[in-house]
Structure formats: C-alpha cells, structure tokens
Nanobody, 125 residues
Framework: QMQLVESGGGLVQAGGSLRLSCAAS????????VGWFRQAPGKEREFVAS??????????SYADSVKGRFTISGDNAKNTVYLQMNSLKPEDTGVYYC????????????????WGQGTQVTVSS
C-alpha cells in the first residue's frame, strides 16, 4: 500500500512562491497518476494539477485557475512529486493534498485511492 506525505506549505505574501512536495513510500509512482487538490474552509476539495507516470511523456493537466502559475513535476529517483506555485494569490489559500490512483488522472477527488494528510498554504494580501 502506498503512503503519501506532503510538505512545503506555509505562509506567504501575495505574489510569492512555494514548492510543495509529495513523497511516496510503500510503492513507487511508476504505475500511478498523482493529483494535487486543495480545499479552502467551507468549500469543496478541488482539482489543482495532475501528472501521470503511466503514459509516455508524463502528461500533465492543470485547473484553469492555476495555469501559467503552477507547475507539477516529479523525480522518479526520489519517488516525489512537486507542485511549484508562483504568483500566489489569496484565493490560493487552503489545505493542499496529493493523491494517487492507478489509472489515468481525473479531476474528481472521489476517484483517487490514496491520500496524504495535507499541508496548509496561506497567502496573505
């Protein structure tokens, strides 16, 4: 069974940057797709970005709200997926989760099987 651990969250001013990490143990990412999701207080968990190790070229996908600002990437040797977040906005505030599934990535959090505990990101205005 795979376990995921997120890190890298914190408090940052608007316009700043953070890099989140999602480290896997128990199994490798090689047969998984990994998604980043976020949840703000009182709101539903929403898709942020995804990457798939199962397909050639490691296809990525982004929510419209983060396109051009966030970049998802991975390091096979470290079994870690990253989310580089630039030009952060107050509306990016929330708990960020990484999740895995052994199929093509989807936008729905309900279709992911493995979840980390989350890391808090707070963007001040």
């Amino acid at each position: 069974q795979m376990q995921l651990v997120e890190s890298g969250g914190g408090l940052v001013q608007a316009g700043g940057s953070l890099r989140l990490s999602c480290a896997a143990s128990g199994r490798t990412f090689s047969s998984y797709s990994v998604g980043w999701f976020r949840q703000a207080p009182g709101k539903e968990r929403e898709f942020v970005a995804s990457i798939s190790w199962r397909w050639s070229g490691y296809p990525t996908s982004y929510a419209d709200s983060v396109k051009g600002r966030f970049t998802i990437s991975g390091d096979n040797a470290k079994n870690t997926v990253y989310l580089q977040m630039n030009s952060l906005k107050p509306e990016d505030t929330g708990v960020y989760y990484c999740a895995g599934r052994q199929a093509y990535p989807t936008l729905s959090p309900f279709e992911y099987d493995v979840w980390g505990q989350g890391t808090q990101v707070t963007v001040s205005s």
